[in-house]
């Protein structure tokens, strides 16, 4: 970290302001430059609260030059975190595939569609309960009827389930929910991120829609510091001026998350297109970029979904999503389990 500071500045000042950081166990070294003096601090400084800094009177300016967090730093921890769902793991070279309709609708819906995804392969089934929607006059899921709904799909087929949270009080009602999704509504909110680092199960984090790398990594922060290792970082998409897609699939996050930080990142290609016909291709371009997994929305009646029915894929068309990403992950040495 770097602190500008006013060239005349009292020397009992910067003593105060040197006093401080040391407290917390940084070094500091003073340069004095023709306009500025320039306040060098050597350290782990994740810690330090810049706000407070720039609010001395003396000081210009803050800069900070390395990242504000440290558990899911790849720096400090270069080891892949590998996730593992049952038998299956996302991360450190595994790929897996998520997949399942926007909402939990029936049970015979849920059921028949996670007999046949389980056919086709994939990693775990997804489907949401209580459902964040922009509009209260929307569907907004079965909410616990939704999760055991889930939860008997997961006993016919064995597939582990995947679903969203959105209020802490929720939890009880997915004791036998695998992994937990917070959803991109409610990366930031801190509260949840707490709660749910209390379980053991894995967290699977979405970006927010207008959150920057470092908020997410932050998010993600948050959930590790709170003693829960096991986070899924999931790229949904963001929001751009461009209204042609439902939002924009920032695929250059895949590779600069992956250098950053040692957490898995899947991307989710239905909510970043929000129309079937792009799914592929997105999906397609996630696994030659690097990300470890996908999440994908499937419906085998589009037309009748109550939730994000255009951009749903049937179970064919997932199907043959699944056997071109597996034809192209030997590019980035992954293999789908
Ligand atoms: C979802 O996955 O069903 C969902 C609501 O996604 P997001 O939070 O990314 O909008
Ligand atoms: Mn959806």
């Keep these: 970290?770097?602190?500008?500071?006013?060239?005349?500045?009292?020397?009992?000042?910067?003593?105060?302001?040197?006093?401080?950081?040391?407290?917390?166990?940084?070094?500091?070294?003073?340069?004095?430059?023709?306009?500025?003096?320039?306040?060098?601090?050597?350290?782990?400084?994740?810690?330090?609260?810049?706000?407070?800094?720039?609010?001395?009177?003396?000081?210009?300016?803050?800069?900070?030059?390395?990242?504000?967090?440290?558990?899911?730093?790849?720096?400090?921890?270069?080891?892949?975190?590998?996730?593992?769902?049952?038998?299956?793991?996302?991360?450190?070279g595994y790929f897996g595939v998520i997949a399942g309709p926007c909402s939990v609708e029936s049970e015979s819906q849920i059921i028949s569609l996670a007999e046949k995804l389980s056919k086709i392969g994939v990693t775990a089934l997804r489907g949401g309960a209580f459902k964040p929607r922009t509009s209260p006059y929307s569907f907004q899921g079965l909410g616990e009827v939704g999760v055991q709904l889930l939860v008997k799909a997961k006993k016919e087929t064995g597939l582990k389930i995947v679903t969203e949270i959105t209020d802490a009080r929720q939890l009880d009602l997915f004791t036998d929910v695998d992994v937990l999704q917070v959803g991109a509504r409610n990366m930031q909110n801190f509260e949840l991120l707490k709660e749910v680092a209390k379980t053991n199960k894995p967290i699977l984090l979405k970006r927010g829609l207008s959150s920057t790398v470092e908020e997410w990594l932050l998010a993600a922060e948050y959930v590790v510091s709170s003693g829960?290792?096991?986070?899924?970082?999931?790229?949904?998409?963001?929001?751009?001026?461009?209204?042609?897609?439902?939002?924009?699939?920032?695929?250059?996050?895949?590779?600069?998350?992956?250098?950053?930080?040692?957490l898995p990142v899947i991307v989710d290609p239905s909510h970043a297109s929000g129309n079937a016909k792009t799914v592929k291709p997105l999906a397609l371009s996630a696994a030659a970029v690097g990300a470890d997994g996908l999440m994908i929305e499937v419906h085998d009646e589009p037309s009748l979904a109550l939730s994000d029915g255009a951009q749903a894929v049937t179970t064919k068309e997932l199907s043959d999503i699944y056997k071109n990403v597996k034809k192209i992950l030997p590019i980035t040495g992954k293999t789908i389990n």
């Design 228 to 262: 829960n290792k096991n986070v899924i970082l999931c790229e949904r998409g963001i929001k751009s001026f461009d209204s042609s897609s439902r939002a924009s699939l920032d695929i250059t996050s895949i590779p600069t998350v992956k250098e950053l930080s040692n």
């Design 1 to 92: 970290m770097i602190i500008l500071l006013k060239k005349n500045t009292d020397d009992k000042k910067i003593k105060y302001l040197t006093g401080k950081l040391s407290a917390l166990r940084l070094t500091t070294k003073l340069t004095e430059g023709e306009n500025l003096n320039v306040l060098s601090v050597i350290g782990d400084t994740y810690g330090v609260d810049e706000e407070s800094i720039k609010a001395l009177d003396f000081v210009v300016g803050v800069k900070r030059v390395s990242e504000p967090f440290r558990l899911v730093s790849r720096k400090r921890n270069p080891k892949d975190v590998v996730i593992e769902i049952g038998d299956k793991k996302i991360g450190g």
